[in-house]
């Protein structure tokens, strides 16, 4: 049985809505954009949406609207996809790490609150020295592997140290906290559409916020520091080629009509997994918060028991054709990260622990029952071994 690590939920209306824009002149900036961005709108309830050609470039967008620069301090997740700590260091901001909530890898809100009450105790390394101008100015909480952040409790704590939320909603587009969509439940929010996310542009992002100063400024920035009047030649901004082009915005669009379909099929896959892994020994599957009221599952993370060891359960896994990866290798641990700012084994011991312990097994809407049923007699066998 062939069994990809993630694929794609495309059909011929989504291929067709390409091959529509291809048959036109118009290969970016139209009207695929334009009802590209208005679904999230309709869906999240957001004022505005601004597409983009990654989840990281709109994270890098919502920084430089929030005003963040040179050496302010964003708190903010090392169990995460390097890009979530990158968008900051682009515009020479220092990511504040603080550990995670061992039960769903999202950032502990409680740690939130101590890191804004004592900054100084939560500095890098490499920084802790150095004191002067450095302000806190933002909580960056990422909503890991489609459950959103515990929002409310991260909100509390920005209203009362006056920080702005970005929250990256990248693995989590449609999920809901406490019946609220992800990505509305900060000041901005990023989605992401690389083909191993819930829906697929190719490469694509949107950033959805209700700022309306702010998503005038995002949208100059998008298409080279143009403000609106700018001719094409003027740039108001110093800005990027952050456009998203019309090929990718009416596939994105096309997947967005589906987008319900898009995650109950995802939720169904869980479900068989769950179904075929709750009773294996040594595994833990993932565990869902009350206030989750709909997961937008976007890979599907087990843990292994501390007696298995994770790395050689993925060699024996792989050897028996089961794609497997460790998610996630903890950011303050990746070799530019050490290099800037110290970062040591122990820093964040829950992440740690969890990106030592956590693999992603083939997880897509369009896996049938028998793939589920295969992988999950192997995980079986292996642990059993
Ligand atoms: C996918 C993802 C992004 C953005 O990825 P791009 O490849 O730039 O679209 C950002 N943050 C997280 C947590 C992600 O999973």
């Not at 220092?94 to 995670?100: G, L, M, W």
């Not at 991260?154 to 909603?169: C, F, M, P, R, W």
Request: one cysteine or more; aromatic letters at 8%; charged letters at 20%.
């Amino acid at each position: 049985m062939n069994i990809p690590m993630s694929s794609p939920d495309l059909t011929d209306a989504d291929r067709q809505a390409v091959i529509n824009v291809i048959n036109t002149p118009i290969l970016s900036m139209g009207k695929y954009t334009v009802d590209f961005e208005k679904a999230f709108c309709s869906l999240t309830g957001a004022k505005h949406a601004i597409a983009v050609n990654s989840g990281t470039a709109g994270l890098h967008l919502c920084v430089r609207a929030a005003g963040i620069g040179a050496g302010d301090l964003v708190i903010t997740t090392p169990f995460s996809f390097v890009a979530s700590s990158n968008a900051l260091l682009f515009e020479g901001a220092i990511p504040i790490f603080v550990d995670i909530d061992p039960k769903t890898g999202n950032i502990d809100p409680e740690l939130v609150a101590d890191a804004a009450k004592n900054i100084e105790k939560h500095l890098p390394r490499k920084l802790s020295k150095v004191t002067g101008q450095r302000s806190l100015k933002a909580i960056l909480p990422v909503d890991v592997f489609g459950q959103p952040a515990d929002m409310d409790a991260i909100n509390n704590v920005a209203k009362e140290h006056g920080l702005t939320v970005i929250e990256d909603s990248c693995e989590a587009l449609g999920a809901t906290y406490n019946g609220k969509h992800a990505g509305t439940l900060g000041e901005f929010g990023v989605f992401a559409f690389y083909p191993n996310k819930q829906i697929t542009t190719g490469e694509g992002g949107v950033i959805i916020t209700s700022d309306d100063k702010a998503a005038h400024f995002m949208r100059a920035l998008r298409n080279q520091g143009r403000a609106p009047g700018d001719t094409w030649l003027q740039h108001t901004h110093l800005g990027y080629n952050y456009r998203i082009d019309e090929m990718s915005a009416a596939m994105g669009a096309s997947q967005m009509s589906r987008l319900n379909e898009i995650l109950s099929k995802r939720e169904q896959v869980a479900a068989w997994y769950k179904a075929g892994l709750s009773q294996v020994e040594g595994v833990e599957i993932p565990f869902i918060e009350p206030f989750t009221t709909r997961t937008s599952w976007f890979v599907y993370v087990i843990r292994f028991d501390k007696k298995i060891n994770r790395d050689e359960m993925a060699k024996k896994l792989e050897a028996r054709g089961i794609p497997v990866r460790p998610y996630f290798l903890p950011i303050h641990l990746q070799p530019y990260m050490v290099e800037m700012f110290g970062g040591c084994e122990d820093d964040f011991p829950v992440t740690e622990d969890l990106g030592k312990r956590g693999l992603a097994i083939p997880f897509s809407g369009v896996m049938t029952k028998e793939q589920v049923d295969y992988v999950c007699q192997i995980i079986g066998e292996e642990v059993s071994k």
